[in-house]
């Protein structure tokens, strides 16, 4: 029995491709596979109630339940912070809206959105940039669910709190922690499995339980110290000049939190149903779903400052301490409702903010092997192997280069939005985001649009002397203070050169944008068209927005692959 010399390793290399169509040129390879092409009609199922539910979800997580704490220990008043929340999730969420639009009328994810703005190859670079950053996370958001699991745990079994640690010191974490960070993990798992048109019933699920914990856990350290606490009746330590660039930090920070959620806001909207479905209700919920959950956090916390005599501004140290002593039979059963809640909240936020992100951009990056499922679980296994407990331990410079990550995704933001509205004015060309040829309109200058990455470099350089005040350096005041703004100065300064840069150097097809129209110029064989060219005539604009506008595209680029 004879075998072929390159027949075995030939095989495992098929064995782990993906579904793919093969009569495709190697370089079309590297640019399509089932999860990039645009979503098949009967994969478009999320309606409008399923992106106010993903929003619910997403709201009610531990980062959101304390984001008001920094601003009340940077000198605010509870409710100056809580109106900075207000403001900076109601500012960021037109951008989340604006930037999701070209995923729902196109259906297509983050990775392919890129593709229009920075080229075909230029956009792997912005896409591995989010997917590293999703990667790492996961890791961090999965120790904060540990931490979840950990109370739930001592909650049931208090004796799970005195396991005798077996770990060494240089790992970071004791036996414990290891646990239930491992088991919050390993339950993480099975969702990553479901696709995002069928893991909106997670979101779903959420939006129902956790918002019933959190209002019982609200009401319960209320009745608990019978009132609100005195943070309520806290008065600012800021005023004038101070007060006002305090806010102004404090309605940053909210913007920065979301910027990942900006950039990759076409991964959820490539799935709905019709193209209004990601508009208003995202502009809606995003404001009011954090708003609701940091004002439970602000009484929350509030209330423990009268029961303990010290502000415990996370949720979980709180629940913690309900069970310190020897705590009633219904004590534990409230900790461990509430703690199994907020593990159903950390395992719908890391799915929703950085596992599908992960998995849509390491599909783009490695599309022969990896789809969207295989990119989560890659992520799930760099969140474990990176030892996440260290990074929060050091918190402040982990902090920081989060803050400075905020400045790389607003300026690749800035290009995106810039070219989907103004350059291209809402014209796509379906068919040339798969191909890597010459004349197509995405291949620019051998794939990578220049004026793209010009305007993103130049929206980073504006922020580069701030950061470097962030991180303890002596810079002028004028400096700290752009980059207390980064969101904004990252977005408009690369927004404005881009601009300025396709007025200077026009891109190809460009002088066919006359006027802003959402059509794809490939679904009538390459001439300006749209499907309505083939007979439909809709006759109101309701008709135009459930009439998909990518359905015979879909059907071109899958003839082509």
Request: glycine share 8%; with cysteine.
């Amino acid at each position: 029995m004879h075998f072929h010399s390159g027949a075995f390793p030939l095989g495992i290399v098929r064995k782990l491709e993906v579904r793919r169509s093969r009569n495709v040129s190697y370089s079309e390879s590297l640019l399509q596979n089932e999860d990039l092409l645009p979503v098949p009609e009967d994969r478009r199922t999320w309606g409008y109630w399923n992106f106010i539910a993903f929003w619910i979800a997403d709201s009610f997580n531990i980062n959101t339940w304390m984001i008001v704490s920094s601003m009340v220990q940077l000198g605010l008043s509870w409710w100056q912070a809580w109106i900075c929340v207000w403001i900076g999730y109601g500012i960021v969420a037109p951008f989340i809206v604006a930037n999701a639009r070209p995923g729902a009328v196109f259906h297509v994810t983050f990775p392919v959105v890129a593709r229009t703005s920075f080229g075909v190859w230029g956009s792997l670079w912005c896409v591995f940039n989010r997917g590293a950053m999703a990667c790492i996370w996961y890791g961090v958001q999965a120790s904060i669910g540990g931490s979840c699991v950990l109370v739930m745990l001592r909650a049931m079994w208090p004796s799970v709190n005195n396991i005798p640690n077996s770990m060494p010191p240089s790992s970071g974490t004791n036996t414990r922690d290891f646990m239930c960070f491992f088991l919050f993990w390993l339950i993480s798992l099975p969702a990553i499995w479901f696709p995002i048109h069928k893991i909106r019933h997670l979101f779903t699920t959420k939006a129902i339980v956790v918002p019933i914990a959190g209002i019982t856990f609200f009401i319960w350290c209320i009745v608990k110290a019978r009132g609100v606490g005195p943070i309520i009746h806290q008065p600012a330590t800021l005023h004038g000049t101070a007060l006002g660039w305090g806010m102004v930090s404090s309605i940053m920070s909210c913007i920065s939190n979301m910027a990942t959620l900006v950039t990759n806001a076409p991964d959820f909207a490539s799935r709905a149903s019709h193209p209004s479905a990601a508009g208003l209700p995202q502009l809606i919920s995003v404001p009011l779903g954090f708003s609701i959950v940091s004002f439970f956090g602000v009484i929350v916390s509030s209330s423990s400052q009268t029961i303990y005599g010290e502000a415990i501004w996370s949720p979980i140290d709180l629940l913690g301490k309900f069970l310190d002593g020897n705590p009633s039979h219904a004590t534990r059963f409230g900790v461990w409702f509430i703690s199994v809640s907020f593990i159903i909240a950390q395992l719908g936020t890391n799915i929703s903010a950085n596992s599908i992100s992960a998995g849509c951009d390491l599909t783009a990056l490695f599309p022969r092997f990896i789809n969207i499922r295989r990119g989560g679980y890659v992520a799930a296994v760099v969140g474990l192997c990176m030892l996440p407990w260290n990074l929060l331990k050091s918190s402040n410079s982990f902090t920081s280069y989060l803050s400075a990550y905020s400045v790389f995704l607003s300026s690749i933001a800035g290009v995106m939005i810039t070219d989907y509205y103004v350059i291209h004015k809402g014209h796509y060309n379906v068919k040339d985001l798969y191909l890597a040829k010459r004349d197509g309109w995405y291949f620019y200058t051998c794939g990578v649009n220049f004026r793209a990455y010009a305007a993103y470099i130049a929206g980073i350089l504006i922020n580069v002397v701030g950061f470097a005040g962030a991180t303890g350096r002596t810079v002028p005041l004028a400096a700290t203070r752009i980059y207390e703004m980064s969101f904004f100065t990252g977005f408009g300064v690369s927004a404005l050169v881009y601009m300025s840069l396709n007025f200077l150097f026009p891109v190809r097809g460009v002088s066919e944008c006359v006027r802003f129209e959402e059509m794809d110029v490939s679904a009538s064989g390459g001439s300006v068209g749209s499907i309505y060219d083939a007979g439909y005539q809709p006759r109101t604009s309701e008709e135009l927005d459930k009439k998909s506008t990518v359905s015979e595209a879909v059907r071109t680029v899958h003839s082509v692959a």
